[in-house]
């Protein structure tokens, strides 16, 4: 997570999102279940996951949430897809790493 959140383009998933300083007040009807990088620390911080899956499960939640919001074929969608890239080389490293 610390890697991920020093990535250029991650700062967009930082906190969460704020419907009024962002002004896209539809924003809590669209996404029911908000996510961002600062909760997923605080939850990791705090050992609220039992199993990787919950954790991965948040990473992709926090990427959905964009995609359903903003499109993928837009400059947040691309932005999106960078940091989902570098997460997904990231986890696949690690998951490398630990049969080596």
Partial sequence: M???WKFKESDLFHKPVDPVELNIP???DIIKHPMDFS???KKLTNFSYTNLKEFC???NLVF???YTYNGRKTNI???CTHVKQEYDRL???LKLNKFL
């Fill in 26 to 28: 539809d924003y809590f």
């Fill in 91 to 93: 986890f696949l490293e």
């Fill in 2 to 4: 610390t890697t991920l």
């Fill in 77 to 79: 969608g691309d932005i």
């Fill in 64 to 66: 959905e949430n964009c």
């Fill in 39 to 41: 909760t997923i620390k």
């Fill in 57 to 59: 499960d948040d990473m």
